[in-house]
């Protein structure tokens, strides 16, 4: 499953200059938690999330006694003084392509700590959002769904014959069995059946010939 399968196409987006205060009335008018920041020509230049819009909310002053208040100053986050968008957000943004696999904007969400990616071509223009909980929805698809893609994968990926592979998949386990040329072909099965979205565990009773 790719990522352009699972994306978000009715994007909403804020441009660098639009005030803070406007992009904050779009998050709670689409009850969203993040907006793709793009340019005139539609390149992606950043992103904006509630984090960002909250930074603006924290208390100035510093807290505990005089002492440490005089030494600690104000606080140093630069978001606390944004009155725009492009002051306010993260930049450079972390986006992906539509023809990666899913299970890497996955790892790339778990690894940076991010809810959201979004989906950019060749020459950065937005064509997509893909987030956590498209995640959620893709690994939440039924059997039979998860049958087909692994067929999928084994003739257009592996190059191989799918009939010869019998395949079951039973509440996201997926056994597979069949005959493989050798073991690097075995785990290269195994391996990408279980990037599957929607798939819990791979039994793969995979024969290699003895030599």
């Known amino acids: 499953m790719k990522v352009s399968d699972a994306m978000t196409r009715d994007l909403v987006t804020v441009a660098p200059e639009t005030t803070l205060k406007d992009a904050a009335g779009e998050l709670v008018r689409h009850r969203i938690s993040g907006l793709p920041v793009v340019d005139l020509l539609g390149r992606v230049v950043g992103v904006l999330s509630e984090a960002d819009v909250v930074a603006k909310e924290v208390d100035e002053r510093p807290r505990g006694s005089a002492l440490r208040r005089f030494l600690e100053g104000p606080p140093v986050d630069d978001r606390f003084y944004a009155r725009t968008v492009a002051e306010a957000m993260t930049a450079p943004a972390l986006t992906i392509k539509p023809g990666r696999p899913l299970a890497q904007a996955a790892s790339i969400m778990l690894a940076e700590g991010v809810n959201r990616l979004p989906v950019v071509d060749d020459e950065g223009h937005l064509v997509g959002l893909v987030t956590r909980g498209d995640l959620v929805k893709a690994f939440a ?3 039979t769904e998860i049958g087909r893609e692994l067929v999928q994968m084994i003739r257009d990926d592996l190059w191989l014959d799918p009939s010869g592979f019998e395949i079951e998949v039973v509440d996201g386990r997926v056994t597979i069995t069949g ?3 050798n073991e690097a072909d075995a785990r290269v099965i195994r391996t990408l059946a ?5 798939v819990v565990e791979v039994i793969a009773k995979l024969r290699v010939p003895q030599h």
Do not use: N
């Open 141 to 143: 698809r039924d059997d």
């Open 179 to 181: 005959d493989v040329e």
């Open 194 to 198: 279980r990037r599957i979205p929607g």
